[in-house]
């Protein structure tokens, strides 16, 4: 096995407003800093875990790149198990990649994303589930998401789990019993007490599930997409949101063609936001792919902002869209009141199936309110506590699925009266899926659970 | 004496079938035990088979063992068990007549030409360069080996407890082996102790049947072996009777003089098969607990109560075994007792039963931590096996736990050790569904064949009934029923929704309820069909969906069974996987990944670091 190389990147900081750090791990960390770095003594000479006062030079042309914080660590009490550097660059974003390409030049790779940690977990200074929590802390955008990243850390998910799993250990021992020992006095099993169980269980699998919405929602953001005939108003309402000119505002029908995703925090909420192309019938074909676009981020978004102009009477494109928006996910807003009093004048907002928000883009009128209304319709009753267990992982919510599912086709089963090695094998795989979420196997736990419960032998 | 190219160590139901699968590759081969009277002896229940152990008899026959036969050969009573569910977990279970079984098993070894037999006890291993070559008898005479397999049972340092009388012995009745373990020790192995007992046995003479549930065999019973012709001796019954609230206060009231309690046996026994002291202890909340009464012989009055294994004093034995409906008035043939002996640690053995520190050493049977004539005699054909092929220069057999429930075995007690006697269970095998008593000639017939133990014409048989079941299948599939009120009343009597239009026989036979017997009258092709190959089939077909999914799950496995780790891999630099998980692989030294997966404390996440690097050493 080859030496790893050294590695460098910028870190991501967690907080707003942290000092941006460049980060150097592996053999030649400290080699390769030197050779840009001008302190009271050479880094080679430091101890571990100390910090010196310095510069950071340009090599080719002599000059100060910024002055700067040195924390060296030597391995192996690293995070990765291997020497560590970091600045902490006083200056701005443009400091720091300027110190990134030194080093680069230097000798240092470029580090993929989340190498540090692979790095800590490849040299055994982490496990695999602390692995992908540290990798949904360094990912998660706002202080919601870091918390409940922190508390899965925890296991609070693994807890549930767990506890979900030794109850359907419990019903599938009740059949291996039936059929490894059906010669001996093992009582019959009680088809309606075992669905009702096998009911209960899956429930409390697909109530995991279903914060399965919520974890992605806090650690990536939740998909807003902000939706409405053309002119409404919906890039001045993203870019009021944003309180940046990003999307082009333009006089012309149809311009904004393309979705922009831009990511702002509401109440620690991060939203993920996509303006896009009005819904109406196409004229050409960039209009037509806007269009198209614009259905599919209806379908995927977890949040719809539905924008209507309220100083002018509501059209058959609007109509239309008021019918083609699901409900419960959309909040109707009602844009332009800067040119009207009171309620719009012309537009029947009576058609709508809820009240909606009345605001203007352009003063800002109604913005807070209508945040307000956001962090109320994603989180509003389903704001987890940080002592409830999230599903913040695909892969996670996958397995849940598959658990699920086969709980539903034991029970499925105990109703057609199913063979009992049949019945087994659904609970045996809704076993192994859970099991791969926490790293449990059951064989073991099995039989311990049937000498338990059961008087068997001989 | 001149050398053997395999010695085998023990007469017993793992010695006898490694002797015989030894002699039938080719090798010239000894079988050395303690007393030729005693061979294939049963000392506890003379069954054999049941839920799990079926399996497991059925696959030795399918390898061209002898264990099937033979029982086929004694039995007294035939059973399949489990009839009210799926067909994978059915199960034969025979009672042998315990005499009858030895002389047969007897009889196959002396028929065996390259077999010799001997009358003698081991006590040292010859070890040269940390390989076997040869054996020391307590008479001090060596014989020189190629090959050894050791199938010593519960006689290394066996002693006998029953109540207060406490003796060396191998097995009641005979002595113990004493100088064999502190060979093995002085080899490096590491032993550990582990006990079991058996139950009185009682006069048949002496019982009162009224008072008992008469649990006969099966009318034309099935049989283990592929070789045997259908038989309809002679069946003996059964009883079934249970232990009152009256036995259970005589244990309690006796419990100070039980061995769990004057500690007298300190060791670990099966949770399986506890004694009547430990049920009362255990479950204070059961009034009775069920009791076979079986007979053990057609020559012989004893019969065995299973369900009151007891190593109390005789005198309470007595007293117990009358409070029991049906034996008041019985009289006691031989009393019930515990026996601890040493074993050898099992996670020392490779998965073809030889041992990692000395080259050409195989254990097998309850040496390695098992019980059960069935785990024995499995074990007993692989280790033989393996030792033929090892001499004769070829790779070892080994089979995948998705092969066989032998495959299961071993793999368990390799890979994962043992912490209480070993037992199989059907729960053990994932791939429960697909290792079943009704397919195990079709899943093995052809490696038994290869090996030179089934004969081609076992093999056609087995192929040409695979082909029917095949080729019935081909058809179902393409077979549709019209509705008429002729089959919606077939399907009514059975509990089934009726049908209006069309359908295909093989949707409608997926419903549960549903049974090929049930369609005979409306498929033509069925009606010109074996029994067996209907039952087969129609096996397949309820499975279908199932098996798919199982075998998905062993091709996503694949991966890892197929990814070898070279013997030499040194699982201490492993810098990012625990210190536990280092510990466990360094002293299992797995084979491939897979094994690897199935160390208990060593976790998914060690596994992907492990293949990381495996990838790096090549
Ligand atoms: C008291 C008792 C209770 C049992 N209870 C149960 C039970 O409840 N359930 C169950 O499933 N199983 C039970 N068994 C276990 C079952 O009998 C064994 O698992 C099975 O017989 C093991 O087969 P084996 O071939 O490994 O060993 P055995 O059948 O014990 O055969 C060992 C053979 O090795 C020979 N031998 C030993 N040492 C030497 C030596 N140094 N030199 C030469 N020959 C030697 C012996 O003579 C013997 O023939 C019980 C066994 C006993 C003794
Ligand atoms: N008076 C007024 N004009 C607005 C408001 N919001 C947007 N507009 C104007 O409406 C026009 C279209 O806006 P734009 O955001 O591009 O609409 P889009 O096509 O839906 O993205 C622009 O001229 C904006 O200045 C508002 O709240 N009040």
Redo the contacts between chains.
């Keep these: 096995m080859g030496e790893a190389p050294t590695i460098a990147a910028i870190s991501t900081s967690l907080g707003a407003g942290a000092i941006g750090i460049v980060r150097l791990s592996g053999a030649a960390a400290i080699s390769i800093c030197d050779k840009v770095f001008r302190g009271k003594l050479p880094l080679a000479e430091a101890g571990s875990h100390t910090i010196h006062l310095g510069t950071i030079f340009d090599t080719t042309s002599g000059e100060i790149v910024d002055e700067v914080l040195v924390s060296v660590m030597r391995a192996p009490a690293t995070y990765t198990r291997e020497d560590i550097v970091e600045v902490n660059c006083h200056g701005n974003a443009v400091a720091q990649q300027k110190v990134l390409s030194l080093f680069l030049d230097h000798g240092a790779q470029l580090a993929t994303p989340g190498e540090f940690t692979r790095r800590a977990f490849l040299n055994g200074r982490i496990d695999l589930a602390q692995a992908e929590s540290v990798a949904r802390i360094v990912s998660a955008k706002t202080e919601a998401g870091l918390k409940m990243a922190v508390s899965q850390l925890e296991g609070v998910l693994s807890r549930e789990i767990a506890s979900i799993r030794s109850s359907i250990l419990r019903v599938l021992a009740t059949f291996e019993a039936g059929i490894d020992f059906s010669d001996e006095d093992v009582d019959e099993i009680d088809a309606s007490d075992a669905g009702k169980q096998l009911r209960q269980l899956r429930d409390r699998i697909d109530e995991l599930i279903e914060t399965a919405l919520t974890g992605r929602v806090l650690s990536e953001g939740v998909l807003t997409a902000i939706v409405g005939k053309p002119n409404v108003g919906k890039s001045s309402l993203l870019n009021s949101l944003v309180m940046r000119e990003r999307a082009i505002v333009t006089e012309i029908p149809g311009t904004t063609r393309d979705t922009i995703e831009e990511i702002i925090s509401v109440g620690g909420i991060p939203l993920k936001l996509t303006d896009t192309a009005g819904l109406r019938p196409a004229n050409d074909e960039v209009e037509k792919l806007g269009v198209e676009r614009s259905r599919q981020a209806i379908r995927e978004a977890d949040l719809i902002l539905c924008l209507f102009d309220g100083s002018q009477r509501e059209d058959d494109h609007d109509r239309a869209l008021m019918t083609s928006v699901p409900a419960d996910r959309t909040i109707y807003v009602i844009n332009k009141c800067d040119l009207f009093r009171g309620r719009p004048p012309v537009f029947n907002q009576g058609l709508l199936p809820s009240r909606p928000v009345v605001i203007s883009a352009m003063t800002r009128q109604g913005l807070r309110i209508l945040k307000e209304k956001v962090a109320d319709k994603v989180l509003g009753r389903s704001f987890p506590s940080p002592q409830s267990p999230v599903v913040t992982q695909e892969r996670h919510r996958r397995l849940l699925a598959d658990a699920s599912e086969a709980i539903g086709r034991a029970e499925q089963g105990l109703r057609v009266r199913l063979g009992e090695e049949l019945i087994a094998e659904e609970l045996r795989l809704a076993l192994n899926s859970l099991g791969e979420i926490t790293g449990e196997t059951f064989m073991e736990d099995l039989l311990d659970v049937i000498f338990q419960e059961f008087c068997i032998g001989k | 004496m001149p050398g053997f190219d395999v010695i085998v160590v023990g007469g017993g139901h793992a010695g006898c079938e490694a002797a015989l699968a030894a002699a039938r590759m080719g090798c010239s081969t000894l079988l050395l035990t303690l007393s030729l009277e005693k061979i294939a002896l049963m000392p506890c229940?003379p069954a054999i088979g049941?839920?799990?152990k079926g399996q497991l008899t059925r696959e030795i026959d399918a390898l061209g063992g002898e264990q099937g036969r033979n029982t086929d050969r004694s039995f007294i009573q035939m059973k399949m068990?489990?009839t009210?569910?799926?067909p994978?977990?059915q199960a034969l279970?025979a009672q042998a007549d315990k005499k009858l079984y030895e002389d047969n098993m007897k009889r196959a070894l002396v028929r065996e030409p390259n077999l010799q037999i001997l009358e003698g006890t081991v006590a040292a291993l010859n070890v040269s360069r940390e390989t076997i070559e040869g054996l020391t008898l307590t008479d001090g005479s060596f014989i020189p080996a190629r090959s050894v397999v050791l199938a010593c049972g519960t006689f290394m340092r066996g002693k006998i407890v029953v109540g207060d009388q406490i003796f060396p012995a191998g097995r009641m009745g005979e002595p113990p082996a004493i100088e064999l373990s502190a060979s093995l020790t002085h080899e490096g192995l590491e032993l550990s102790r582990f006990q079991s007992a058996t139950p009185p046995r009682i006069d048949a003479r002496s019982i009162n049947p009224d008072r008992m549930k008469v649990e006969p065999g099966d009318l034309d019973p099935e049989l283990f072996s592929i070789s045997s012709k259908p038989d309809n001796r002679r069946q003996i019954p059964c009883y079934l009777t249970n232990t009152t609230a009256r036995t259970h206060e005589v244990v309690r009231n006796h419990l100070h003089l039980s061995p769990i309690k004057t500690g007298s046996v300190s060791s670990k026994g099966?949770?399986?098969?506890?004694s009547i002291d430990?049920?009362v202890i255990?479950?204070p909340d059961?009034d009775?607990?069920?009791i076979?009464v079986e007979p053990e012989g057609r020559d012989t009055t004893e019969m065995y109560l299973?369900?009151l294994?007891t190593s109390l004093p005789v005198w309470v034995q007595e007293k117990v075994i009358r409070t029991v409906p049906g034996l008041e008035n019985s009289r006691l043939m031989r009393p019930g007792y515990a026996v601890e002996y040493d074993y050898v640690i099992p996670d020392q053995l490779t998965l073809s039963l030889e041992t990692k520190a000395l080259k050409r050493l195989f254990l097998a049977g309850q040496i390695n931590g098992t019980s059960g004539y069935e785990e024995a005699a499995a074990q007993g054909l692989v280790a033989g096996i393996n030792a033929a092929l090892g001499v004769q220069g070829h790779e070892p057999m080994i089979l995948r736990r998705d092969e066989a429930y032998i495959g299961v075995l071993i793999d368990d007690l390799v890979t994962?050790g043992v912490d209480e006697p070993y037992r199989m269970?059907?729960?053990?095998a994932?791939y429960?569904?697909l290792l079943r008593h009704d397919n195990a000639h079709s899943r093995l017939a052809e490696t038994g064949n290869r090996l030179g133990l089934v004969s081609d014409a076992t093999l056609a048989e087995v192929f040409s009934h695979r082909q029917r079941i095949h080729a019935l299948l081909a058809t179902l599939k393409n077979t549709r029923l019209q509705p008429s009120e002729r089959l919606n009343g077939a399907l009514k009597s059975r509990g089934s929704a009726t049908i209006r239009e069309d359908q295909a026989a093989w949707q409608l036979l997926k419903?549960?309820?549903l049974h090929l017997e049930d369609l005979k009258p409306f498929i033509a092709i069925l009606s010109n069909q074996a029994d067996g190959t209907i039952k087969n089939a129609e096996i397949e077909l309820?499975?279908s969906g199932?098996i798919a999914?199982q075998q998905e799950e062993i091709d996503r496995c694949a991966s890892l069974e197929d990814t070898p780790i070279p013997p030499d891999f040194s699982f201490f630099d492993?810098?990012?996987?625990?210190i536990e998980a280092r510990e466990k692989l360094s002293r299992i030294r797995p084979s491939s990944l897979g094994q690897a997966s199935?160390i208990?404390g060593v976790?998914?996440?060690d596994i992907?670091?492990l293949s990381?690097?495996l990838r790096?050493?090549r």
């Design positions: 229940n049941g839920v799990g068990l489990n009210g569910k799926g994978a977990v279970r099966p949770r399986y098969c506890p430990r049920k255990n479950f059961r009775r607990h069920p076979f299973q369900g294994t994962k269970f059907t729960s053990r994932e429960r569904l419903r549960p309820e309820k499975y199932y999914r492993l810098e990012g996987i625990t199935r208990a976790s998914p996440a992907s670091v990381i690097f790096a050493f």
